[in-house]
């Protein structure tokens, strides 16, 4: 019996159907978040604000095929210029042809935006009463509001293909036997943001360091680890 290799390798292609990731990618600062973001083997837009200017170049490190862009908008005297910044990274998303020239996008990071976000006008009217005061109590449903327009830019590109990949800090509140991670906290402020953020996401990455200790009992950390799981029946993630 002769196979046809050719034949086979064209039939398997042609049923094979590969779902573009949407990925959120957490972790503490070090961990390796935006370096696992090189290994999308594609060309990645990578989108940061100048505080996270690292995570483009880590990336590419690695090898990955990576263009990076600071959505960042500043002001005449140099700051940033939160409501313009917004403005860029929406326009930036729904660019047209962006789907043809990358097949990934990264936003590094959730944490950035949210901090970006809380310093606009958008935010301040948001949360202002009748009587023009600010109203605590609202924070929270405001960031919610910005992330879920984000979201629906990332996932007009996730639906023509592209890999969609948000990075967002976490603080690590307890660590297994091993030194592997068993219960971190998303750097977000307000536990609904978190929550109604990553539920969002067919994928949680969580990127930690592995923490081993030495022949007198001290702590040093190891090699990166990756793991990828239901958010909180494998890992314990709770939300600050």
Not at 18 to 32: A, E, T, Y
Not at 69 to 80: E, L
Not at 153 to 165: A, F, M, P, W, Y
């Amino acid at each position: 019996m002769v196979i046809d290799f050719k034949a086979l390798k064209a039939k398997v292609k042609e049923e094979t159907t590969v779902k573009p990731l949407f990925l959120c990618v957490i972790g503490p600062s070090g961990s390796g978040k935006s370096t696992a973001c090189g290994t999308m083997g594609v060309p990645t837009l990578f989108l940061y604000t100048a505080t996270e200017r690292h995570g483009a170049a880590n990336a590419r490190a690695i090898g990955g095929d990576i263009t990076d862009v600071d959505f960042t908008v500043r002001r005449s005297d140099g700051s940033v210029d939160p409501d313009a910044s917004l403005k860029n990274l929406h326009e930036i998303l729904s660019s047209p042809g962006l789907d043809k020239e990358f097949g990934a996008v990264v936003i590094d990071s959730a944490t950035e935006l949210q901090l970006i976000h809380r310093r606009s006008a958008r935010f301040a009217n948001y949360c202002k009463t009748d009587k023009g005061t600010h109203n605590n109590f609202k924070e929270s449903e405001a960031d919610t509001a910005y992330f879920k327009e984000l979201l629906e830019d990332l996932v007009v590109l996730n639906n023509r293909g592209v890999h969609v990949v948000l990075t967002c800090a976490a603080v690590v509140k307890s660590l297994a036997d091993d030194g592997s991670v068993s219960e971190a906290s998303p750097s977000l402020q307000g536990f609904s943001v978190a929550h109604d953020l990553l539920r969002n996401f067919a994928d949680i990455l969580l990127v930690s360091r592995l923490v081993e200790e030495d022949e007198e009992g001290n702590s040093k950390p190891q090699r990166s680890e990756e793991h990828t799981s239901e958010l909180q029946s494998r890992f314990g993630i709770s939300y600050a």
